[in-house]
């Protein structure tokens, strides 16, 4: 199996990639992750990307495009695998299938999480954390017992990530439909995107995705 998983952020992508990851033994490859790894090493490819991760802005496209080629042409490269956060732009989806072509990879399909902007930001913004633990809650879905304070620190405030602010949200949401989108008709136009409801509870999306991902089989 060899998946492709878009949504845009807060979408759950990052939780339902580790699900498919136990659940089907595949490596993940989560290009936050690589690039975050890079920067903390400090290797040249890390001193280039660290201003953009930083600003939240998206790396170009050579940089992250050279990293996951790199990836994939070594020796260990994964065989089975679900794609975190790569591809981002029609640039680098187009980058990507000839690593693939070259490797004599080929795609099992784009698992596309929709969620709409109005509950990205709710679930977002709604999420707060206990300075000393770090320990998140969630307002609506999974508040602390006593209102405002965590549950384990009960002298600890909770506290908001300036990136989880209403307006840094939006910001971010914005980042993504403007590159993103454009993902979209190209792999539907391949047969190769399965659009899955992102809404609900981790379970019921990920038994969802794990459907989609069936019926795409039986089809091709
Ligand atoms: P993530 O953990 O996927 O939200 O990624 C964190 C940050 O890494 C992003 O805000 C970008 O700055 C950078 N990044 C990760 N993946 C990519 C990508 N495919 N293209 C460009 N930038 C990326």
Redesign the pocket.
């Known amino acids: 199996m060899r998946l492709i998983l878009i949504g845009p952020?807060g979408s759950g992508k990052g939780t339902q990639a580790k699900l498919l990851t136990q659940h089907l033994g595949l490596a993940h490859i989560?290009?936050?992750?690589i690039?975050r790894e890079a920067i903390r090493l400090g290797t040249p490819a890390g001193k280039k990307?660290e201003p953009?991760?930083k600003g939240?802005?998206?790396?170009p496209?050579e940089l992250?495009n050279e990293l996951v080629a790199d990836r994939f042409r070594r020796p260990d490269r994964p065989e089975r695998f679900v794609m975190?956060?790569?591809?981002?732009?029609l640039a680098?989806a187009r980058a990507f299938d000839s690593v693939l072509a070259e490797q004599g990879l080929n795609l099992s399909g784009v698992v596309y999480l929709e969620v709409d902007d109005e509950e990205i930001v709710r679930r977002v913004s709604g999420r707060w954390i206990c300075p000393k633990c770090q320990t998140p809650y969630q307002l609506q879905s999974h508040p602390p017992r006593k209102p405002g304070y965590c549950d384990y620190h009960p002298e600890e405030k909770l506290i908001q990530r300036p990136d989880d602010r209403e307006e840094t949200v939006r910001e971010r949401l914005r980042v993504y439909r403007a590159s993103t989108v454009e993902l979209i008709p190209y792999y539907r136009q391949r047969g190769l995107l399965r659009e899955v409801l992102g809404q609900g509870d981790v379970e019921t999306i990920f038994h969802a995705i794990e459907k989609a991902i069936q019926e795409g089989r039986q089809e091709g």
């Open positions: 952020p989560a290009t936050g992750d690039l990307a953009y991760v939240g802005q998206l790396v496209d992250v975190d956060g790569y591809p981002r732009t680098q």
